[in-house]
């Protein structure tokens, strides 16, 4: 895809993630890789109004194309490009639910299987900073390579996959996870876990199971 044709991918998935109830207002943030760097949403700027020329370039070592402003969470972008070569879309929100649990400084555990759309047997939630931070960045960068999905305490989630469709269906996948969990956590009873070997078992059968799309 050229610059332009990402950049239109970049505002659909920042729609469709808003009319799945995955974000709201202008909170969350949509990059992808692009050349030496990415392209990235603009700050606070509502999804509606973006265009294809409000789209970001960032580069490596973070210097921005002049006149644009990009999204103040460019710094963990750039992290999680650093950290995984096998991801080249990133999607952050703050999903009612994630955010609910990240408040509780809590990762996801083994509720149910599909805890292992992120690579791992739960979603790793990793220690609050403050928005647009270098010490957010370090923190992302630090948890994103353990699972493809984390929490950011106080804050949201980060979904990153090889094009956006995947990392979006992986956000709205840990949101669900994170809505199951909380409505047990508001039980009072002992959520049972899966054990350490059947995830073991699934997240063998994960290495060949994913979203059969391709981005168009
Ligand atoms: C204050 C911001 O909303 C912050 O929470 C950031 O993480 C976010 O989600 C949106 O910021 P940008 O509009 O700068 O991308
Ligand atoms: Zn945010």
Redesign the pocket.
Known sequence: MNRKELSRKIIDTCLEMTRLGLNQG????VSVRYQDGMLI?????PYELMTEDSIVYVDKNGKHEEGKL????WHFHLAVYEARADVDAVV???AMNCAAVSILEKAIPPIHYMIAVGGTDHIPCVPYAT??THKLAEYVKEGIKESKAILLAH??LIAAEKNLDKALWLAHEVEVLAEWYIKLLSTNQPIPLLPKEEMAVVLEKFKSYGLRIEEK
Do not use: V
């Open positions: 202008t909170a969350g943030n949403t603009p700050t606070g700027t990009p999204s103040s969470e952050h929100n703050h928005f647009g804050h949201g």
